[in-house]
T-cell receptor, first 109, second 115 residues
Framework: GQNIDQPTEMTATEGAIVQINCTYQ??????LFWYQQHAGEAPTFLSY??LDGLEEKGRFSSFLSRSKGYSYLLLKELQMKDSASYLC??????????WGAGTKLIIKP | DAGVTQSPTHLIKTRGQQVTLRCSPK?????VSWYQQALGQGPQFIFQ???????QRGNFPDRFSGHQFPNYSSELNVNALLLGDSALYLC??????????????FGPGTRLTVL
């Protein structure tokens, strides 16, 4: 079966750095997405990785290791507005998105 | 440039009823995917429409059906509603190019409550 694992919840302090991990086992791989979802709202696109390595985009960076089936999302200089759920999703061999359950990130002052 | 829009935003139905949800894709997009998201869970793929045909389907029963119109907008129909169908229904649009991973952009969702 296909499986994507993320921690259920994480807590961090405003101004700090947090790393949200995602491991996956899917039938094929055509890329990995990270989305941010505030409570009651739709997911918004953060990043896409298809090759190994680190992609940096402002305060957010995403890393991928295809051989390890592993990715992480790194958030720097945390702000209160970063409190949200972060969803990891993998595009499988049928170009279908398989989603993790999401990591709820709580930012404390 | 209009983003993805969905209607209605909220809906309350009773068991056994039927419901139709609507989605207009982002301007320039031709592919619409529908997802069901239960509270505290990630989205679950229902199906995807391109060129007015269902191209892929997730593990959902035939009670879930859809349609795509020539203007690329789409409808999701659910028959014989069950309590377990209560969820946030998300529509995502993308531009389909063969063999590539096109980023999906989500609408605000329709919150369906089945009583």
């Amino acid at each position: 079966g296909q499986n994507i694992d993320q921690p259920t919840e994480m807590t961090a302090t405003e101004g700090a750095i947090v790393q949200i991990n995602c491991t996956y086992q899917t039938s094929g791989f055509n890329g990995l997405f990270w989305y941010q979802q505030h409570a009651g709202e739709a997911p918004t696109f953060l990043s896409y990785n298809v090759l190994d390595g680190l992609e940096e985009k402002g305060r957010f960076s995403s890393f991928l290791s295809r051989s390890k089936g592993y990715s992480y999302l790194l958030l720097k200089e945390l702000q209160m507005k970063d409190s949200a759920s972060y969803l990891c999703a993998v595009l499988d061999s049928n170009y279908q998105l398989i989603w993790g359950a999401g990591t709820k990130l709580i930012i404390k002052p | 440039d209009a983003g993805v829009t969905q209607s209605p935003t909220h809906l309350i139905k009773t068991r056994g009823q039927q419901v139709t949800l609507r989605c207009s894709p982002k301007s320039g997009h031709d592919t619409v995917s529908w997802y069901q998201q239960a509270l505290g869970q990630g989205p679950q793929f229902i199906f995807q429409y391109y060129e007015e045909e269902e191209r892929q389907r997730g593990n959902f029963p035939d009670r879930f059906s859809g349609h795509q119109f020539p203007n690329y907008s789409s409808e999701l129909n659910v028959n014989a509603l069950l309590l377990g169908d209560s969820a946030l229904y998300l529509c995502a649009s993308s531009l389909r190019t063969s063999g590539s991973a096109d980023t999906q952009y989500f609408g605000p969702g329709t919150r369906l409550t089945v009583l």
